[in-house]
């Protein structure tokens, strides 16, 4: 006899049962109901990404009146690859959203952070955006088999991520290789010589430029009543602010605009391969803006049995590629040499995931580790919560604070 | 076979073809060779089967997208219970040796 998966439903299944929630659009509350709705919702996507790149580019000129020309100084303890990486990992765990992180990162390399602190930067915050599937993954440990299920799904994306900055972190510090070619692709797409392409890009930015400049000079202004440094402190402050809330209200309200689409996408990758489920994994990230909440969703469905692991794996690995569209958006705050750092930055996280997918993921044998690591860890875990307990404090805030604290008071 | 022939038990003088101990043989071994190939086909087929059970329940979940969107967020209230039951495991796994 072949095995059958389990036909229950996740609902049936899992130990939390979930409600039968629904979105809801923030915008409802305003009495709005169809078309109408349909209309304010994309013109409340409109109006949030004009804000994102209004609080990146606040981030960018709060970072240049911190730190003048000293911006390498103010970030001397993370000149330490792991420490930055660590900064990253810690970050993004707190917010719990690697677009934030990225959006961030971009406008800080805009304001004058070096590339070489920015860019394990951007590979711990792919590590630390794991951590919310894993928290929900938690949620399922009433039942033992359910959770062993759903524990491996959630840390494939973990084992995955481990490997990929365990390969592409020592290949940066030895020769550079991200920083290199996104620099090439930056100066390409937006440098003075890069032709018809970065001719067309410095164009939208200009343009996205000139329109989010009202808004960013209007709360520069509003907060240079402080002294410097604190002026440009409170610009940051206020810019990752604006980022994590206006990320939020993307979030949800993409989701309900395409929540329909995005199960069109879901439904034409089942039954297909890998590639695939790694093309679904990024178009569905793409289209609601965050990729813990498409590897959260498949969390309930994979520890119902419905979704194997091997199924879920592709559809982190997208989702990981679809999630850097955010920190291309962003790069758009600014112009002329800014635009062309802010880009590389936002370069260095697309290309490290695309890297990452065809080296860990399109090499057999590398292919194999995340999967047999996430195996074995669910099982474990199942039989012994502590062994979850151990994985989640310490990758995900123990090593982390341990590495900075030693390197800050050394 | 027809109800009227004979069922072969023995070779011999007299016999015919398909009675002697060497075509039984054979006729034995195209029999399994035909059983064989039968239930590797109905196993392809109850894999078959399973195969379009398993796409169907997960259309079936994509068809719930919504609820499911609805439900990916962290619920603290689990995590913190997680968290007590690890500490209950922890405190339980170090009484034990001094028990």
Redo the contacts between chains.
Sequence with gaps: MTDVLPQASVTAETSAPAEARRLVSPLERLGLRGRPLATANWLGVAVGVYVLITAVELIGSGFKAATGDSAESLFAFASNPFVALMVGVLFTAAVQSSSTTTSVTVGLVAGGLPIDIAIPMLMGANIGTTLTNTLVSLGMARDKESFRRAFSAATVHDFYNLVAVAIFLPLEMMFGLLERTSSWLAQATSGSDGGVVATVFSGIGSVVDTVTEPLAAGLEGATSFLPDPWHGIVMIVLGIGLILAVINWLGRLLKVLLVGRAAQVLHSSVGRGPISGIASGAAVTMMVQSSSTTTSLMIPLAGSGTFSLKQIYPFTVGANIGTTVTALIAAFAFSGAEATLALQAAFVHLLFNVFAALVVFGLPLLRQLPLRGATWLGDVAATNKLWAAGWVLGVFVGIPALLIGITVLL | MSGTEQVPTAGGPGRTPAERPEDVLALERELERIVTAAQAEL?QV??EI??H???D???????????????????WS??RA??E??LV??RD?ARQPAE
């Design positions: 196993d109850r894999r399973a195969e059970r398993r796409q329940a997960q259309h079936a979940e994509i068809d719930r997208l919504e609820e499911h969107l609805a439900n990916a967020t962290v619920r689990e995590v997680f968290f039951d690890a495991q922890l796994g």
